[in-house]
């Protein structure tokens, strides 16, 4: 990582990854799961990725408030919708970020990704945490409930909804296929686990390097 231009770190042996809300529990898990005990998770609100162009200057805000209390400041967000901004604020600021363009991508690893995508291009991509919140995110977030015509205006050109699991629970797959059922779209089950999410938290703040691409089993329905 780069000096900042902003801001100087402050000195000491501590990390900060500043991320995106709805990665949190998993981001806190690759650190337990790790004993990184000298990193810190500090996250925002998932609701931003609705409207990602106030991610960039979120993320900066959090990360000059920090700078005093870390040697090291990690971003945990893709470039999440924001066109490049973030990478200008990430560069500005000096400090790196996940790589990938969102979090579906370093969950399920880039090629796995890619060959998702290529499969069918209007694929709707939901992870544990959106399926747990996917009624506030999805359906309230596009007037769903109330607006029920804006389900075409929204979802029309999608034809798969892929569930990205990082967890085995049986109880979300459920609601992943029921969520695809209200949309009207085809199910498919990718459990990706979090293997591809840490090894690029991992490499990204320095801990050892690691193959970041591991395709997963699909299940389709």
Same mark, same amino acid.
């Given at each position: 990582?780069?000096?900042?231009t902003g801001?100087s770190m402050?000195?000491?042996?501590r ?5 995106c809300?709805?990665l949190?529990?998993e981001?806190l898990? $690759?650190?337990e799961?790790?004993? #990184? @005990?000298?990193i810190?998770?500090?996250? #925002?609100?998932a @609701?931003?990725?609705n ?11 959090r ?5 005093d209390? /870390?040697q090291?400041?990690f971003v945990g /967000?893709? &470039?999440?919708?924001?066109?490049g901004?973030l990478?200008? $604020?990430c560069k500005e !600021?000096?400090v790196?970020? !996940? ?5 579906y991508?370093?969950?399920a690893?880039?090629?796995?990704f890619?060959d !998702?995508h290529?499969? =069918?291009?209007?694929t709707?991509?939901?992870?544990d /945490?959106l ?11 596009f007037w ?5 015509e804006?389900?075409?205006? $929204?979802?029309g050109?999608y034809r798969r909804l892929?569930y990205?699991?990082?967890?085995d &629970? ?5 609601? +992943?296929? $029921?969520a +695809? ?6 199910? =498919?089950h990718r459990?990706?686990g979090l @293997?591809?999410?840490?090894a690029?938290v ?7 390097p690691t ?8 299940e389709?329905?």
């Amino acid at each position: 990582m780069t000096e900042p231009t902003g801001a100087s770190m402050a000195s000491g042996g501590r990390t900060l990854i500043v991320a995106c809300g709805a990665l949190a529990r998993e981001l806190l898990q $690759v650190v337990e799961a790790n004993g #990184l @005990s000298h990193i810190d998770v500090e996250c #925002l609100p998932a @609701s931003f990725h609705n409207t990602p162009e106030v991610i960039p200057d979120a993320v900066a805000t959090r990360v000059r408030a920090a700078t005093d209390r /870390y040697q090291r400041i990690f971003v945990g /967000y893709g &470039d999440c919708g924001t066109g490049g901004r973030l990478d200008v $604020v990430c560069k500005e !600021l000096g400090v790196d970020r !996940l790589p990938g363009d969102h979090c579906y991508e370093f969950l399920a690893g880039s090629e796995a990704f890619a060959d !998702l995508h290529a499969e =069918e291009l209007g694929t709707f991509f939901l992870t544990d /945490y959106l399926v747990k919140h996917f009624d506030r995110l999805v359906v309230k977030a596009f007037w769903l409930d109330t607006h029920p015509e804006m389900l075409h205006a $929204v979802f029309g050109n999608y034809r798969r909804l892929a569930y990205l699991s990082q967890i085995d &629970d049986p109880d979300l797959l459920d609601r +992943a296929r $029921v969520a +695809a059922d209200q949309l009207g779209l085809s199910f =498919e089950h990718r459990p990706t686990g979090l @293997s591809n999410l840490e090894a690029r938290v991992l490499v990204g703040i320095g801990s050892r390097p690691t193959d970041t691409n591991h395709p997963a089993p699909a299940e389709t329905h």
